[in-house]
């Protein structure tokens, strides 16, 4: 066999190889995403334990909420509640909530984004991370549109490997990335009616912008 002969064999190896890699890299993301499209697409509730890290780190807190809109958030200083029309934002230490209509609520709320990223979004690459001792698929969504679905750029989620369990979210807003730590994630459980309505404690200064 010629020299020509053989480099035409090896190119076509590695362009085979290459090809393969490829395939199994978008088999690998799509497989992914209809893991997590199979487990959280019918979710009706959730509930959240996270920390963030981006752009402020060291937040804990607590979510439990539904489809709906309806949410009960807890964090260090305060408990923000939702009943679908209204926000109340109680600030213990101080005796004082706020009061707010749904819409000016941020659309990047951990809740909506693990609500609708199925919907809204579509796979564009999977990578591989070291966090801590494990190792994790990074998951990355764009929206389908093209365009930015509810103000996010860009949806990562960290997937242990060989799992489903999301373990760490990073949304890209602008030029802001926000960025949680998932310590547990419930879903389908049944949350009473009662956690999403607040009666404010005696002396609370109430401040009402509805």
């Not at 190889?17 to 088999?27: G, K, P, T």
């Not at 979510?63 to 709906?68: H, Q, T």
Request: charged letters at 20%; a positive charge; hydrophobic letters at 40%.
């Amino acid at each position: 066999m010629t020299y020509k002969g053989i480099k035409f064999i090896l190119m076509t190896f590695v362009l085979a190889l290459m090809h393969h890699s490829f395939a199994n890299a978008q088999d690998s993301k799509d497989q992914l995403f209809a893991q997590l499209r199979k487990k959280f697409g019918s979710m009706r509730s959730l509930e959240v334990s996270f920390s963030s890290l981006e752009p402020v780190s060291g937040i804990k807190g607590t979510l439990k909420a539904l489809r709906s809109g309806k949410y009960h958030l807890t964090v260090t200083d305060r408990t923000i509640i939702c009943d679908g029309n209204s926000i109340w934002n109680y600030v213990p230490a101080r005796k004082n909530v706020t009061i707010n209509a749904l819409k000016s609520r941020p659309s990047t709320s951990l809740d909506i984004v693990l609500f609708t990223f199925l919907y809204n979004y579509q796979p564009k690459e999977l990578k591989e991370f070291s966090i801590g001792n494990s190792i994790y698929h990074g998951l990355e969504l764009i929206p389908k549109s093209g365009k930015t679905a509810m103000g996010i750029k860009s949806l990562t989620l960290f997937v242990k490997k060989g799992g489903s369990e999301i373990k760490r979210i990073k949304a890209v807003e602008g030029q802001q990335a926000l960025m949680w730590d998932i310590q547990s994630l419930k879903i389908n459980a049944s949350l009473p009616e009662s956690l999403f309505t607040f009666s404010p404690p005696k002396d609370t200064e109430i401040l009402d912008l509805r």
